[in-house]
């Protein structure tokens, strides 16, 4: 006989389950008595149930495993939305438990009361209530397999009081087995001949299903056909961007050239991206629905195939099965494509030189400091604003996840994912990069960081301004500035009030001898990089956004 809440954490043990992140609440003490007989699964306590699920989302996206959390109804769920919407955008495996009001007072908005499968239904992959503990097993499994097949994707489980406090005889679910589709035969065979007789190519990587062995294929791949290759929006990490074959990111400021490239491409193979928003520019590189480009369309959901662009050749593979088939194929001789790649790096090597720009500090000379002194395996997170701009253009990403940053451009990210990152990993070296306004929404989970002793390195690009917005205010309304301008504390006392070292960054020389000696340091610092709101954008001054209308 077990009650409900160690039949649960019981199920999550065998799901292999390792962390767990959770702002605790009355509604699932069961729970929570569960992970205290726990060996297994350690308990990561939050400061606010926004980061909590950012943390779980960016656990999934780190480790390929669903990042498991825990919040209470009501206003811990609604907290918890921020996160399982990057999941749902990002497709990544996430499993979420809500606690609920005990099952004999539903349906009288009884405290805290939310329906969850009417709230949920619209950006979760499946919500549902456990009401009866005999079937937890059932539901977790469920739960698991869902989050982590076909397109990945966040899971929420509500869980009434009695369900988890009372106690039952139950048999534990076996481990969830996810299947996963490969290529056909003559799907490859069509996609050899595509690419054989194609003199404009370019591959584009991005989405679920990427691993280690993923970016080994690819660079292969690459160097065999000599085949120019992109990364989609915030999947720069796919791929060593050293490599000789990779061109850039399509992506929100992507270069002109690249740009082109996508729109004249005779054939465009786009593995894993669903081509949204931020890597079709606002929609603009591929028609709709049938692209001008021979477009081949790997994805792992046969649901994303043809729900925007019809392509000539889809294939369901998530992105190692897809590279695996790949090393199958063998290059042609002739690769007429050859000049137009070397031209495309040429291009990207060139975009790596900063621009000058206003102010003291110079940002983008800071990223990419950054992006020559941090190790090999060292991770990059970041949330979003204008200051992910610079990152995304002055950081050389090494390898697959070595970044984490949220496709949904959901500000408040970067501390959340960079604590996940460093519990999933403990000896890589984490980075946290993040603008004044995006910071203070998840700065609460600087006490996590103390917590836990994690020896994370943030840096806050501090500028005054919620930047975006007032670069798009300045661009539509010249001028006429409300709601964009912050008052900010002092970050570096403000991190030391958490036992975390700080340091004020006031001109760029004086970046690189702190940020090296934090980095040896293996300890929690935080740089505040006092920036020119002037310096607004990677290319444009704001005075030059202002005059432009």
Same mark, same amino acid.
């Given at each position: 006989?077990?009650?409900?809440?160690?039949?649960?954490?019981?199920?999550?043990?065998?799901?292999?389950?390792?962390?767990?992140?959770?702002?605790?609440?009355?509604?699932?003490?069961?729970?929570l008595d569960g992970l205290y007989e726990s060996n297994q699964v350690k308990t990561i306590i939050c400061r606010q149930d926004g980061g909590c699920s950012m943390m779980?989302?960016?656990?999934?996206?780190?480790?390929?495993?669903?990042?498991?959390?825990?919040?209470?109804?009501?206003?811990?769920?609604?907290?918890?939305?921020?996160?399982?919407?990057?999941?749902?955008?990002?497709?990544?495996?996430?499993?979420?438990?809500?606690?609920?009001?005990?099952?004999?007072?539903?349906?009288?908005?009884?405290?805290?009361?939310?329906?969850?499968?009417?709230?949920?239904?619209?950006?979760?992959?499946?919500?549902?209530?456990?009401?009866?503990?005999?079937?937890?097993?059932?539901?977790?499994?469920?739960?698991?397999?869902?989050?982590?097949?076909?397109?990945?994707?966040?899971? @929420?489980?509500?869980?009434? %009081?009695? *369900? /988890?406090?009372? +106690?039952?005889?139950?048999? =534990?679910?076996?481990?969830?087995?996810? $299947?996963?589709?490969?290529?056909?035969?003559?799907?490859?065979?069509?996609?050899?001949?595509?690419?054989?007789?194609?003199?404009?190519?370019?591959?584009?990587?991005?989405?679920?299903?990427?691993?280690?062995?993923?970016?080994?294929?690819?660079?292969?791949?690459?160097?065999?056909?000599?085949?120019?290759?992109?990364?989609?929006?915030?999947?720069?990490?796919?791929?060593?961007?050293?490599?000789?074959?990779?061109?850039?990111? @399509?992506?929100?400021?992507? %270069?002109? *050239? /690249?740009?082109? +490239?996508?729109?004249?491409? =005779?054939?465009?193979?786009?593995?894993? $991206?669903?081509?949204?928003?931020?890597?079709?520019?606002?929609?603009?590189?591929?028609?709709?629905?049938?692209?001008?480009?021979?477009?081949?369309?790997?994805?792992?959901?046969?649901?994303?195939?043809?729900?925007?662009?019809?392509?000539?050749?889809?294939?369901?593979?998530?992105?190692t099965t897809f590279v695996e088939a790949l090393a199958t194929l063998a290059p042609p001789a002739s690769k007429p494509w050859a000049g137009a790649r070397a031209e495309?790096?040429?291009?990207? %090597?060139?975009? /790596?030189?900063?621009?000058?720009?206003?102010? =003291?500090?110079?940002?983008?000379?800071?990223?990419?400091?950054?992006?020559?002194?941090?190790?090999?395996?060292?991770?990059?997170?970041?949330?979003a604003g204008n200051f992910a701009a610079f990152v995304h253009r002055y950081f050389e990403y090494k390898g697959h996840r070595s970044g984490l940053a949220p496709t949904?451009?959901?500000?408040?990210?970067?501390?959340?994912?960079?604590?996940?990152?460093?519990?999933?990993?403990?000896?890589?070296?984490?980075?946290?990069?993040?603008?004044?306004?995006?910071?203070?929404?998840?700065?609460?989970? /600087?006490?996590?960081?103390?917590?836990?002793?994690?020896?994370?390195?943030?840096?806050?690009?501090?500028?005054?301004?919620?930047?975006?917005?007032?670069?798009?205010?300045?661009?539509?309304?010249?001028?006429?500035?409300?709601?964009?301008?912050?008052?900010?504390?002092?970050?570096?006392?403000?991190?030391?009030?958490?036992?975390?070292?700080?340091?004020?960054?006031?001109?760029?020389?004086?970046?690189?001898?702190?940020?090296?000696?934090?980095?040896?340091?293996?300890?929690?610092?935080?740089?505040?990089?006092?920036?020119?709101?002037?310096?607004?954008?990677?290319?444009?001054?704001?005075?030059?956004?202002?005059?432009?209308?």
């Open positions: 006989m077990r009650h409900g809440g160690k039949i649960l954490i019981d199920q999550l043990e065998r799901q292999g389950v390792t962390t767990a992140f959770t702002v605790p609440g009355e509604s699932f003490l069961a729970a779980a989302e960016a656990w999934g996206k780190a480790t390929g495993e669903p990042g498991v959390c825990f919040v209470t109804r009501g206003p811990g769920v609604a907290n918890a939305m921020a996160g399982l919407h990057v999941a749902d955008q990002d497709s990544t495996p996430m499993v979420l438990f809500m606690g609920m009001p005990a099952s004999d007072v539903e349906e009288r908005e009884a405290f805290q009361e939310v329906e969850v499968k009417q709230l949920f239904s619209s950006f979760v992959k499946w919500a549902a209530v456990i009401r009866d503990r005999k079937r937890i097993p059932e539901f977790v499994s469920r739960a698991f397999h869902v989050a982590k097949s076909g397109r990945p994707g966040p899971v @929420v489980l509500g869980l009434p %009081e009695d *369900v /988890l406090f009372d +106690a039952s005889e139950v048999v =534990d679910a076996k481990p969830a087995r996810v $299947a996963y589709s490969h290529p056909g035969k003559a799907e490859l065979a069509e996609l050899d001949a595509l690419l054989k007789g194609a003199k404009r190519p370019l591959v584009i990587i991005g989405g679920p299903g990427w691993s280690k062995s993923a970016q080994s294929g690819i660079e292969a791949f690459a160097k065999a056909w000599d085949m120019p290759v992109a990364s989609a929006f915030r999947y720069q990490d796919y791929m060593d961007n050293r490599h000789p074959n990779y061109v850039g990111c @399509v992506g929100i400021g992507v %270069e002109p *050239v /690249l740009a082109e +490239a996508v729109k004249s491409a =005779d054939v465009l193979v786009v593995v894993g $991206a669903r081509m949204g928003e931020a890597t079709s520019s606002n929609y603009t590189l591929l028609d709709i629905p049938n692209p001008k480009q021979t477009f081949v369309h790997v994805h792992p959901s046969p649901d994303e195939l043809g729900s925007v662009y019809r392509a000539d050749l889809p294939i369901v593979a998530n992105g495309l790096r040429k291009v990207y %090597e060139a975009s /790596l030189a900063p621009i000058a720009l206003p102010g =003291d500090v110079k940002f983008a000379e800071v990223v990419r400091t950054i992006s020559k002194m941090l190790p090999e395996d060292g991770i990059m997170a970041n949330g949904s451009g959901s500000m408040g990210y970067g501390l959340p994912s960079a604590i996940a990152a460093q519990l999933a990993f403990p000896t890589r070296t984490v980075v946290n990069v993040q603008g004044d306004g995006d910071f203070m929404m998840t700065s609460q989970e /600087l006490a996590t960081v103390m917590q836990y002793g994690l020896p994370i390195i943030t840096i806050i690009a501090n500028n005054g301004t919620f930047g975006t917005i007032r670069m798009h205010q300045e661009r539509e309304y010249p001028g006429r500035v409300v709601g964009t301008t912050l008052m900010n504390p002092d970050f570096a006392a403000m991190a030391k009030s958490f036992g975390i070292e700080g340091i004020t960054i006031t001109r760029t020389a004086d970046f690189a001898p702190a940020f090296e000696k934090a980095l040896a340091a293996r300890k929690a610092v935080l740089f505040d990089v006092k920036l020119d709101p002037e310096a607004l954008a990677v290319k444009k001054t704001l005075t030059q956004i202002r005059e432009k209308r």
